[in-house]
């Protein structure tokens, strides 16, 4: 997700630019792609510019329960502020720019590139138990069959390791030793 912010760095702060977006983005290093559909907010601020973006994404998921693959609805906010390398602004008035770790830049090309921002954002929202529906009735343990959409005759009924153990101390013979 790449912006051309050429013209919006030589405007004053305040001025924005609303884009439509709907495109893939490669998933890490992975060649899996992920569609991405929203709308993405640039405003320049006095130092950069400030993005805002509402998008929605839908990546294909392993249910937890019944193993059945399903495309997850994930939907994230990202709020960030990008700053030119080279600032027209900066550069008019002879300053030099500092580069500090951990801040989101934009490159020499002027290219703003949400990718990275989209993706982590994106990672830290797809659950690390995605389930294809919340009632999920999910795989029989003994035979296998998915449960939503098959009746087993197995005994599925959870037991409640308190009775065993109680069962245990009940008939445990006595042993009297005198
Ligand atoms: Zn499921
Ligand atoms: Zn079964």
Same mark, same amino acid.
């Given at each position: 997700m790449h912006f051309n912010v050429s013209q919006l760095l030589n405007e004053s702060s305040g001025s924005s630019r609303r884009f439509e977006v709907s495109e893939r983005i490669a998933r890490g290093v992975t060649t899996e792609k992920l569609a991405l559909q929203g709308v993405v907010i640039l405003l320049r601020t006095d130092r950069g510019i400030w993005v805002s973006g509402d998008l929605e994404s839908n990546p294909s998921c392993d249910c937890s329960r019944c193993l059945r693959e399903f495309d997850e609805k994930i939907e994230i906010s990202v709020e960030e502020e990008f700053f030119p390398t080279i600032d027209p602004m900066?550069?008019?008035?002879?300053? &030099?720019?500092?580069?500090? &770790?951990?801040?989101f830049w934009i490159g020499n090309d002027h290219i703003l590139d949400l990718d990275k921002l989209v993706m982590e954002s994106l990672e830290?929202?797809?659950?690390?138990k995605p389930m294809c529906k919340v009632d999920c009735s999910g795989l029989c343990p003994m035979c296998g069959v998915d449960l939503n959409h098959f009746k087993c005759e197995c005994e599925n009924e959870p037991r409640d390791a308190r009775w065993g153990a109680l069962l245990g101390k009940h008939y445990s013979p006595k042993v009297n030793v005198s």
């Open positions: 900066v550069l008019t008035f002879g300053y &030099e720019t500092q580069i500090v &770790e951990g801040k830290m929202n797809i659950p690390m």
